[in-house]
């Protein structure tokens, strides 16, 4: 079974930076797609960033673009998501999903949750002004 687990969420100030880590396990192969979703109180869900385990190639929303940074570990079933200067409007629930995918089909599941197919628990995100 596919598990996927996230934690790196806190409260920062403004302007502040944090981590976040997924851990993925259950996979077969390298054809599969971590990305990172938020979703802040009343709003929907919405795809932030993801990377293709088996090239590295890599989605950014418009939103985070040039502020937040993905990339895969060492261990190469890991994902970080480093995320600089963070605003208020971050705050959100921040949750790592995956799916079974080429490289090239980074681009069109990454905006969507519906793209996704396998989920871990949020992890809280909260940015003070």
């Known amino acids: 079974d596919v598990q996927l687990q996230a934690s790196g969420g806190g409260l920062v100030q403004a302007g502040g930076s944090l981590r976040l880590s997924c851990a993925a396990s259950?996979?077969?192969?390298?054809?599969?797609?971590i990305g990172w979703f938020r979703q802040a109180p009343g709003k929907e869900r919405v795809g932030l960033s993801c990377i293709s385990m088996s090239d590295g190639s890599t989605y950014y929303a418009d939103s985070v673009k040039g502020r937040f940074t993905i990339s895969s570990g060492n261990a190469k079933n890991t994902v970080y998501l480093q995320m600089n200067s963070l605003k208020p409007e971050d705050r959100a629930l921040y949750y790592c999903?995956?799916?079974?995918?080429?490289?090239?089909?980074?681009?069109?599941?990454?905006?969507?949750?519906?793209?996704?197919?396998?989920w871990g628990k949020g992890t809280l995100v909260t940015v003070s002004s």
């Open positions: 999903a995956a799916v079974e995918a080429t490289a090239g089909e980074v681009h069109w599941r990454c905006p969507s949750p519906y793209g996704m197919g396998y």
């Open positions: 259950g996979f077969t192969s390298d054809d599969y797609v």
